[in-house]
């Protein structure tokens, strides 16, 4: 079973930094693609960024590219998410998923950690 426990969250100042971190359980995860999402208040749940395990091609939404760096420690079944010159429309619950890289969706999902930015 899958287990994606998120953690590094918290209060931030605009243009100040966060670490994500995603610790992955359960499988191997050497022909998996792991992803970050967030959901912010009001809204529907948007891609952030992506990695995959096998060759660690990364890809991103626009809105963090230049920001967001996401990358995988194989060794520790850890993916994480540096985001540096946060703003305001940052905040929101990022997600950490997991998906096979045949399928389609994402079915493997963190609880959430909540990242607030002030203004």
């Known amino acids: 079973q899958v287990q994606l426990v998120e953690s590094g969250g918290g209060l931030v100042q605009a243009g100040g930094s966060l670490r994500l971190s995603c610790a992955a359980s359960?499988?191997?995860?050497?022909?998996?693609?792991m992803g970050w999402f967030r959901q912010a208040p009001g809204k529907e749940r948007e891609f952030v960024a992506a990695?995959?395990?096998?060759?660690?091609?990364?890809y991103y939404a626009d809105s963090v590219k230049g920001r967001f760096t996401i990358s995988g420690d194989n060794a520790k079944n850890t993916v994480l998410l540096q985001m540096n010159s946060l703003k305001f429309e940052d905040t929101a619950v990022y997600y950490c998923?997991?998906?096979?890289?045949?399928?389609?969706?994402?079915?493997?999902w963190g609880q959430g950690t909540q990242v607030t930015v002030s203004s």
């Open positions: 359960g499988r191997t995860f050497s022909n998996y693609n």
């Open positions: 998923a997991a998906r096979t890289s045949a399928a389609i969706e994402y079915d493997h």
């Open positions: 990695i995959r395990w096998s060759g660690g091609f990364t």
